[in-house]
């Protein structure tokens, strides 16, 4: 902190009024002190001046109104002292509003060098964020007193991811990286992962953070949860969330993933009509496509949710971004054992162990079989779609499925790159995959 920083929080002590908790969210990081002393510093000097200015006004009005019996009296038309005194007080208020604003910021705008870096990309209607060992969140984790790098992009229009707790708020632009940092100082009391966060409230089972730049019909439900892990217990839940459990169902993990990342918003699983198609008795089906007519099965699920401008379904508009570089093997593989469930009469494992073990993650032996063989889901007619096709093999390092191209570099499209001395993206966000997609299509 700052000695600028220091001063504040040795002057200022805030009144019952500006306490955290009456106007603000409790402050959870270690900007959200400074942020609110300046701002009730503001608020308490324009109190001051509008309760000075209206009395003086009133007081003015009640002794020299125009009545019978008062004749007019001379004024003076220049006074000095009063008139320095109002330019020059408000003056210094100014710029010593300017000091402490624009100290704040460069604060704001300079992560520490040893920052943790995670990557978020915002897409209609829902944030991912990414970390350095590949796994892939819908809800932010981060360790609590150590301080942690936001790197964001936007596959599609302009969003802004906005923390109240932290007192933090940036833009997700597409084709351009933002970052913001923060230092969390309050763990998160509980967390529960089963509870949407539409149906908490503020600050319930973790940190709110939503988007706050109006971008398209499910603005309102693009909510995600902040979860603050005490110390030492940060690296146990990354090292958790990296690999799944091979007795677990891959059908229950795919409808986890389905409210996860976003795939409710435009897909219902009860016959209507969104953005996207019903998931609801897809599979198996033939279906009319910009390119013809094509058999929902494995290779098409697959091929719509990592190039989704391939083959639009009729009747509905290429607004889909690519999820290449985003989802895993074993996601995609998860997401195609849910939309085979909701086919009456299609048969689904189990378990993982069931089909081999978890694809692109390492499994027990179990008759010959392990988890780099189990790379996606085998279609009704017995024939894997990883004989069909090349890129259902899963990655040996269990990374997303990602295109080389680096994100916000869309082979052919001649969007525009970062530019030269900006903030660059970590190593992970390298393997994300076409980031800037402006299109959205159904599976």
């Known amino acids: 902190m700052n000695p600028l920083s220091n001063l504040t929080a040795s002057l200022w002590t805030p009144a019952p009024l500006a306490a955290p908790g009456v106007w603000f969210r409790d402050q959870a990081s270690t900007f959200a002190g400074q942020i609110d002393w300046l701002f009730y510093v503001i608020l308490w000097i324009c109190v001051f001046f509008f309760v000075l200015i209206v009395g003086m006004m009133i007081a003015f009005i009640g002794r020299y109104y125009a009545r019978p019996g008062h004749n007019e009296e001379s004024t003076p038309h220049h006074n000095n002292v009063l008139e320095a005194s109002w330019s020059i007080i408000p003056g210094f208020l100014v710029l010593g509003i300017f000091g402490f604003g624009f100290t704040y910021y460069l604060e704001l705008?300079?992560?520490?060098?040893?920052?943790?870096?995670?990557?978020?990309?915002?897409?209609?209607?829902?944030?991912?964020?990414?970390?350095?060992?590949?796994?892939?969140?819908?809800?932010?984790?981060?360790?609590?007193?150590?301080?942690?790098?936001?790197?964001?992009?936007?596959?599609?229009?302009?969003?802004?991811?906005?923390?109240?707790?932290?007192?933090?708020?940036?833009?997700?632009?597409?084709?351009?990286?933002?970052?913001?940092?923060?230092?969390?100082?309050?763990?998160?009391?509980?967390?529960?992962?089963?509870?949407?966060?539409?149906?908490?409230?503020?600050?319930?089972?973790?940190?709110?953070?939503?988007?706050?730049?109006?971008?398209?019909?499910?603005?309102?439900?693009?909510?995600?949860?902040?979860?603050?892990?005490?110390?030492?217990?940060?690296?146990?839940?990354?090292?958790?969330?990296?690999?799944?459990?091979?007795?677990?169902?891959?059908?229950?993990?795919?409808?986890?993933?389905?409210?996860?990342?976003?795939?409710?918003?435009?897909?219902?699983?009860?016959?209507?009509?969104?953005?996207?198609?019903?998931?609801?008795?897809?599979?198996?089906?033939?279906?009319?496509?910009?390119?013809?007519?094509?058999?929902?099965?494995?290779?098409?699920?697959?091929?719509?949710?990592?190039?989704?401008?391939?083959?639009?379904?009729?009747?509905?508009?290429?607004?889909?971004?690519?999820?290449?570089?985003?989802?895993?093997?074993?996601?995609?593989?998860?997401?195609?054992?849910?939309?085979?469930?909701?086919?009456?009469?299609?048969?689904?494992?189990?378990?993982?162990t069931d089909v081999g073990g978890v694809p692109g993650q390492d499994a027990p032996d179990s008759e010959g079989a392990n988890g780099a063989e189990a790379a996606a889901p085998a279609s009704d007619s017995g024939d894997s779609p990883a004989t069909d096709s090349p890129a259902t093999d899963p990655p040996a390092d269990d990374s997303p499925a990602a295109d080389p191209a680096a994100p916000g570099a869309a082979a052919g499209d001649g969007e525009d790159q970062p530019e030269e001395g900006a903030d660059q993206p970590s190593a992970v966000e390298d393997e994300s995959g076409d980031a800037n997609q402006t299109n959205r299509t159904a599976a």
């Open 109 to 352: 705008r300079t992560p520490p060098a040893d920052a943790y870096e995670i990557n978020v990309i915002a897409k209609k209607w829902n944030f991912a964020f990414q970390y350095p060992n590949g796994v892939i969140d819908a809800n932010l984790h981060v360790p609590v007193d150590r301080p942690v790098k936001l790197i964001l992009s936007s596959d599609d229009v302009i969003h802004s991811l906005y923390i109240p707790a932290f007192r933090v708020k940036c833009d997700c632009v597409p084709g351009r990286y933002s970052t913001l940092w923060f230092e969390a100082k309050t763990p998160t009391a509980s967390f529960d992962p089963d509870r949407p966060p539409s149906e908490t409230g503020s600050d319930e089972n973790g940190y709110d953070l939503f988007c706050t730049e109006y971008c398209g019909q499910g603005h309102s439900t693009m909510i995600a949860k902040v979860v603050v892990h005490e110390s030492g217990t940060f690296e146990q839940w990354l090292e958790e969330a990296n690999k799944y459990d091979p007795s677990e169902s891959p059908v229950e993990r795919g409808a986890q993933l389905y409210k996860d990342r976003g795939c409710s918003q435009c897909h219902s699983l009860d016959g209507a009509k969104l953005a996207g198609p019903t998931w609801k008795g897809t599979y198996g089906t033939q279906q009319a496509t910009n390119k013809g007519q094509i058999t929902v099965d494995e290779n098409y699920i697959r091929e719509s949710i990592l190039e989704p401008m391939a083959k639009i379904r009729e009747g509905y508009q290429g607004v889909m971004p690519s999820y290449q570089g985003q989802l895993k093997d074993k996601e995609i593989a998860a997401l195609i054992y849910f939309i085979k469930s909701l086919q009456e009469g299609t048969e689904v494992p189990d378990t993982w």
